[in-house]
């Protein structure tokens, strides 16, 4: 059974998110054909989401967050994956980490690392 609060939790993360995020575009690429002659075939999905900074205490000495590394908030509906892009607009930022907050059986939110 899923926890009421959890439920609260994800319809707040998703009004937040969408009240104060940015449209973006999650790009995946799939591959057909052989292996002599690929195809590749990207999927775009328009997804909001909220860009911020990590801090300096996650950031620590740089080995795993560099600096110039963006972190963005993406509500449960968004699944996020290892090496898909994020167009932001400006930018196409590649997916090093997604987090997801699931503290039990409901996801609440993403926290994704994505570096340029």
């Known amino acids: 059974m899923i926890n009421p609060l959890h439920t609260k939790l994800a ?31 990207e999927i775009t999905q328009d997804v909001i989401a909220v860009r911020t900074k990590f801090s300096a205490n996650e950031v620590g000495d740089g080995s795993r967050i560099k600096s110039t590394d963006v972190k963005l908030l993406m509500s449960s509906a968004v699944n996020p994956k290892l090496y898909q892009k994020v167009n932001d607009g400006f930018n196409e930022l590649q997916i090093i980490n997604a987090d997801v907050i699931k503290p039990g059986e409901l996801v609440i939110i993403y926290k994704v690392q994505a570096r340029l």
Do not use: C, F, K, Q
């Open 11 to 41: 319809a707040v993360a998703e009004r937040l998110i969408s009240e104060n995020g940015a449209t973006m575009t999650l790009v995946s690429e799939t591959t057909t054909g052989p292996d002599y002659d690929p195809v590749v075939t």
